[in-house]
């Protein structure tokens, strides 16, 4: 190569002589991208067009004839020469884009880019001697290629986090494109609402939820999209088809709809901003409908509601001043609480006035208010601060008149201490309990014989009592406190003068008020050691002559023995000898004989039945029965054998189920029922089968009471606590009058001749007898022609 070229870098052309490599490398040198020649394994700069060196910022003289890493030493050049040391051994050509490269001038680094091709070239042998650099510096493309999309990363993130933001949102929100307003984004908030059955993506308004066109948010749609204005609605109603089923179902929502616009100011979507308010509106409209009712209650109220502000000027007064006071509401109004309340009360309701300070705080207050026509008037009151309650914000104040009640009470007091004087002028003991029966008043003979403190009330008495008598007499008390009966029992108290015990009769009777419930009670204590004395003598003397009854008892029923077998003796002869003559004589009798026969027959046989039926009822309380559980199912199951034949007779129906397991004598209770069944068939009517119902019940004590009140108005009131079952018979036969209720169990009662009905008139006198021997009741009532209902009271457990 020419030395011009070596030293000038490229051949000069003088404009005569057109040497044609020297126009090459002047076209070259012309080029707008940067060129270069390397020559050798040294990467020697051979050649380099002023875009090169502009790029390297150097000058021909600093690189012309030295090795790039010499000349170009200011830039990163290492990358490049690895590369340019590739392509001159192997010959392959190298091609790159947007490469980075260091270069580094005035102690400033900076970062540029550049697209170059290393190409080979080759001598006439084909070896590579040089390789030919082309290249362009793209920094400014890349940089701001870079900066473009950084922007556009920018703007992707920045449209990733609004819309997590919009999707993470605790309101409803939503993004509506174009002017069809097709939903591009819906957070779960805003699918909830319309319904996770419904996929709204990608569809329109009308599409999505059809049924809001109907009720104008499709139109404000149009007009937000068409105006860029946006539209805001509180507490709208909005009818929604969350199922899918066709009911709508009413949501209120605030919402905003705001337009989005593009670079240049138009719309291309809608931002939908909503919160549900529902239960907001819901619940304002119940405080509002409950306001209404309070308001409506307080107008119509009998009680006077006032509100008073700090000062005590009255803001509110209700309706009823005009009729409890007299005055208008006016003439309250705009006037403090003190121009109405007496003088004697002001002091204490200033007194008080730094506790009414306190939100919340309430006090009551029975005072004296000055009526219209100056008469002074006895008022309860409710005082309560509710001034930081923000739609009352005032002192809350409720009375009514008292002043009857006032009046009421003032004489009852009077006729209490009247009641108390004479009280204390009688000689028993008088005491006043409360309805729970904690005694709270005792007279001075109390306090006499006890010599307790005045005031010891309370249950100051069981401290005297006998030990043996504490636990009846509680239990009573108890009883009559639970049940409202009269109170009357015996029990001793501790004599502090002489010692010892004295027997007292106490007595208690409940007061009650006009509606029947009882509001205290009132007792007496009576000392009645004298009468008890004189009774235990008197049942000393009882004793004695029981116990002579019970020997002549005895000798009567071992006369009623042998009387028995001596009058059955006979009897038995005659029915045999009168057998005999039957037999023997036979068809020799004449009709007439042979009824007086049959007479004499039916008479023997009545009077051995008589014999049996007064034995069994003399002997009954004789009998040694010995007590168990008796299971009156089974009871009813053998003396329905024992009828089996009368029954069938009769074409009778019994029913029973589910009778109780009772306590008591097995034999006795089978010949109770067996009477009373075979009864019931007895006294049947001729033309209806007998049909015969036998129940049961449980009666705890009260309703014993009132069951007997009911069906057995004929028996007295048992006065315990004891628990019954009662066994009902009920049959339809010929009945009887409810006059003869008592009478048919009496002995030898009849109330039908014996050629009627059978009978020895014992049968009722002896079940009387086995339900008393179980401390039971038994009674009865019917109507003639219509049956009779019989019924067995039995105690329950052991007697």
């Not at 819906?186 to 569809?203: E, I, P, S, Y």
Request: charged fraction near 25%; include cysteine.
């Amino acid at each position: 190569m020419s030395k011009e070229l070596l030293t000038s870098g490229y051949p000069v052309s003088n404009g005569t002589n057109k040497d044609p490599l020297q126009e090459y490398y002047y076209l070259i040198s012309q080029a707008p991208f940067e060129i270069a020649i390397l020559r050798g394994r040294d990467f020697v700069i051979e050649m380099a067009n002023d875009a090169a060196l502009a790029v390297w910022n150097r000058s021909r003289e600093e690189v012309i004839g030295l090795p790039i890493l010499t000349a170009l030493a200011h830039i990163n050049i290492h990358v490049f020469y690895d590369i340019l040391t590739e392509v001159y051994i192997t010959g392959n050509p190298f091609t790159a884009s947007e490469m980075p490269f260091t270069i580094t001038q005035n102690n400033h680094t900076e970062t540029q880019y550049v697209s170059f091709s290393y190409t080979p070239m080759r001598d006439l042998n084909g070896n590579v001697f040089a390789i030919l650099c082309s290249g362009s510096n793209v920094t400014e493309l890349v940089t701001e290629r870079q900066k473009r999309e950084a922007k556009e990363q920018q703007i992707r993130q920045e449209r990733q986090d609004f819309y997590k933001l919009l999707m993470q949102s605790p309101g409803i929100m939503g993004v509506l494109k174009g002017p069809e307003h097709r939903f591009e984004l819906a957070n779960t908030l805003l699918q909830q609402v319309v319904g996770f059955n419904r996929d709204v993506l990608g569809k329109t308004i009308r599409e999505a939820v059809p049924e809001l066109e109907a009720q104008g948010f499709v139109q404000l749609l149009d007009q937000v999209y068409q105006t860029g204005k946006p539209v805001v609605g509180e507490e709208q109603l909005v009818q929604l088809d969350k199922q899918g089923n066709g009911e709508l179902e009413d949501r209120f929502f605030n919402f905003v709809y705001q337009p989005i616009k593009d670079e240049e100011g138009l719309s291309e979507g809608i931002l939908v901003h909503a919160v549900d308010v529902t239960e907001q509106v819901r619940t304002r409209k119940v405080i509002e409908e409950s306001e209404q009712r309070f308001r409506t209650l307080i107008e119509n109220a009998k009680d006077i509601i006032t509100l008073n502000d700090a000062r005590g000027y009255y803001t509110y007064v209700s309706p009823a001043i005009k009729s409890v006071m007299g005055y208008t509401e006016e003439e309250l109004l705009g006037k403090p609480w003190f121009h109405f309340i007496h003088p004697d009360h002001i002091p204490t309701l200033i007194a008080d006035n730094h506790l009414l300070r306190q939100p919340g705080y309430s006090l009551t207050y029975q005072l004296r208010f000055q009526h219209k026509d100056t008469t002074w008037h006895w008022v309860e009151t409710q005082i309560t601060n509710m001034t930081h309650i923000p739609y009352i914000g005032a002192y809350v104040c409720n009375f009514q008149d008292i002043t009857l009640q006032k009046n009421t009470q003032e004489f009852l007091e009077q006729s209490e201490e009247r009641l108390r004087q004479l009280a204390n002028l009688v000689p028993q003991i008088i005491w006043t309990a409360a309805t729970d029966g904690t005694v709270d008043y005792f007279n001075d003979r109390w306090y006499e014989f006890t010599g307790f403190e005045p005031d010891s009330t309370g249950t100051s008495w069981i401290n005297i009592l006998h030990p043996d008598d504490v636990e009846h007499c509680l239990a009573a008390w108890k009883y009559s406190i639970r049940t409202g009966h009269s109170y009357q029992v015996e029990y001793r108290f501790k004599d502090r003068i002489q010692g010892g015990y004295r027997w007292f009769l106490g007595k208690a009777l409940p007061i009650r008020d006009t509606e029947g419930n009882i509001i205290r009670w009132f007792g007496s204590c009576t000392d009645i050691d004298d009468q008890k004395q004189w009774t235990e003598e008197l049942e000393r003397l009882v004793q004695l002559r029981t116990e002579e009854l019970q020997r002549s008892n005895d000798d009567l029923q071992q006369f009623a023995h042998v009387t028995s077998h001596d009058l059955k003796e006979p009897l038995r002869k005659i029915r045999v000898f009168n057998s005999l003559l039957i037999k023997e004589l036979g068809d020799n009798l004449s009709d007439q004989a042979k009824l007086y026969l049959q007479k004499m027959t039916s008479a023997s046989e009545r009077m051995d039945s008589m014999i049996t039926g007064v034995l069994n009822y003399s002997g009954l309380n004789q009998s040694e029965h010995t007590q168990s559980e008796i299971d009156l199912n089974q009871t009813l199951k053998a003396i329905e054998n024992d009828l089996e034949v009368v029954i069938s007779q009769k074409n009778a129906v019994i029913h029973y189920s589910n009778l109780p397991v009772v306590q008591g004598y097995g034999v006795l209770l089978h010949q109770l029922f067996y009477n009373l069944l075979n009864n019931a068939l007895k006294f049947s009517r001729e033309d209806t089968p007998p049909n015969i119902v036998i129940r049961s019940q449980y009666l705890s004590p009260d309703k014993m009471v009132s069951f007997l009140r009911s069906e057995c108005t004929d028996i007295v009131v048992p006065d315990s606590d004891q628990e019954y079952y009662v066994i009902e018979i009920e049959d339809n036969g010929i009945g009887f009058d409810p006059s003869e209720a008592k009478q048919i169990f009496r002995t030898f009662a009849r109330l039908h001749s014996r050629d009627q009905y059978e009978g020895t008139g014992l049968g009722l006198a002896l079940c009387k007898k086995i339900v008393e021997r179980h401390n039971g009741l038994i009674t009865a009532n019917g109507k003639s022609g219509l049956g009779s209902v019989f019924y067995v009271f039995l105690p329950i457990g052991a007697h």
